[in-house]
């Protein structure tokens, strides 16, 4: 997130108008199906920033963290002038390079992923110009997407530690949150699956590993579902994870029960929910959940696989379907 600069200069505009038609340019003249293909990522190199040479080399890189510059075409002599991304792209999609690839480079802030911090030591942080309530371009979209399939290859990065600024920041301690905490930060959009599918990726990490093992809270009401959509957990087969202990010397079908609502405490997931199975003579989920059978916040867990009511025909369900409903 980088403060907009206030002076807009028109000799500024026009040299970046001018990388972009270069850009452009270069592509049509190697590309004879004029199809924009990694091949012909044009990446300007005119923004390095002056702290490139001081920047040591990291040891790992296995994350990649996207942010917004909440500001104009200016933002990017911030981050030139902090060295405080690797990549600047421009609302046009040109690319810009501002630190190396391989150095670190100052944008993931008092960062956590996975109980890790210093993010700035394991990952390549890319600008794009824009915000965190707003769409990025089309044009912006395309060279992403290309400069991501070159990046995931060069460090053999996996489509899931593609991420958000948002996913990873964290606050420590304060006034007003006793805990360390997840807060909105920048590029909040490009967490959500339509985002994700435009630059060329799978699946996000689907839920907040640090929020799960009770390492941060939360501290925005509604930030989780921006982040990870509704359908979290993604990973139900985690309900019945061999970590969880299980004393209950009953049949396997309680013990699920029992690990479901152990799991269910402890990750806060589900809160004020009711587990039930369809059996004996509870076969339906109306005999579960009453009027709550095909409500939207009611799950249904078949096999593993966690489903929302409205995702399938709760009708013509098997028995024993593990059913989630809020108690009333
Ligand atoms: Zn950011």
Known sequence: MKKEKPSV???????????????????????????????????????????????????????????????????????????????????????????????????????????????NDSSIGIEMQGSHKKDITAEQYRSLRNLLSKLKRKYGIKDERILTHSMVSYGEPNRWHPKPHRYRKCAMLLASPKSRKKMGLGEGPGYDPDVRAGRLVVAEPGLEKVLYGSKSPKEPEQILSPTDEIK??????????????????????????????????????????????????TYYMIGKRLHKASEIDPRKLPLGTIVLYKAK
């Not at 990388?19 to 990522?41: K, M, N, Q, W």
């Not at 040109?94 to 480079?105: E, F, L, R, Y």
Request: hydrophobic share 30%; net charge positive.
């Open 248 to 297: 209950v010397n009953t049949r396997r079908e309680d013990k699920e029960i029992e690990s479901l609502r152990r799991y269910l405490i402890r990750t806060k997931m589900f809160k004020d929910y009711e587990i039930g199975r369809l059996e004996g003579d509870k076969r339906t989920p109306y005999s579960h959940a009453g009027k709550n059978w095909k409500s939207p916040s």
């Open 9 to 119: 200069g028109l000799e500024k505009m026009t040299r970046r108008g001018f990388f972009s038609r270069v850009a452009v340019g270069i592509a049509v003249l190697t590309c004879p199906s004029y199809v924009f293909s990694e091949a012909e990522l044009y990446v300007d190199k005119s923004f390095m920033s002056p702290e490139n040479d001081k920047r040591r080399n990291r040891d790992l890189t296995d994350l990649i963290i996207l942010h917004t510059s909440e500001g104009n075409f200016n933002g990017i002599y911030d981050v030139k002038e902090k060295g405080s991304a690797h990549y600047f792209i421009d609302d046009r999609g040109g690319v810009h390079q501002v630190i190396d690839d391989d150095k670190v480079a100052h944008h993931a802030g008092t960062s956590m992923w996975e109980g890790r911090t210093k993010l």
